[in-house]
């Protein structure tokens, strides 16, 4: 008997230091993600925040205050945390699109993001939460997160590339 409540304790606590080695893991992965986004932000010239490949696209401003409000939702959903910037279009407020603001946004998103993940309840991983039509669980909408900030700031290695930029060097790790 001593044995099987040994076995239990020792599963039981190796669940929750997984747990929080995943929330540990996430919380990197978003830092890594922020100091890259800041990266190119910081690359790209000021006089140049309003360039758009085409009349079809977002301006490389535009792109970074999506991929900040669409950090700020995802997270949001993953972590439970109230979100910041309530019912604010960061995209379409045009004192936003400077340089110091896209980096000042930029930057208090990452922020928000990464400290409610370290805070979170790393037993809540697997819970579902549904907006809409979707229902996932609070770790997929971390992972979401991360994945959306990929999208947008790939599309502007694109925005540097034709501005006569080579964009900074890809941090893996």
């Known amino acids: 008997m001593r044995l099987l409540i040994t076995i239990l304790f020792l599963s039981l606590s190796t669940t929750a230091f997984s747990q929080q080695y995943i929330v ?83 930057t208090v998103s990452y922020d928000f993001a990464i400290n409610s993940i370290k805070e979170m309840d790393a037993d809540k991983l697997t819970e579902i939460v549904q907006r809409g039509q979707f229902e996932v669980t609070r770790r997929g909408w971390i992972h979401k997160a991360l994945e959306h900030n990929t999208h947008h700031k790939g599309q502007t290695t694109i925005y540097l590339r034709m501005s006569g930029i080579t964009p900074p060097q890809y941090l893996l790790f």
Request: avoid cysteine; hydrophobic fraction near 35%.
């Open 24 to 106: 540990d893991e996430l919380a990197s992965d978003m830092e890594r993600s922020k100091a890259m986004s800041l990266s190119y932000i910081e690359a790209m010239p000021a006089d140049k925040y309003s360039f758009r490949p085409n009349e079809e696209v977002r301006t490389f401003a535009e792109q970074y205050l999506h991929l900040a409000q669409g950090l700020i939702g995802l997270s949001s959903n993953g972590t439970g945390a109230a979100g910041i910037f309530p019912g604010e279009n960061l995209e379409a407020t045009e004192a936003y699109h400077t340089k110091a603001e896209v980096q000042r946004i930029v």
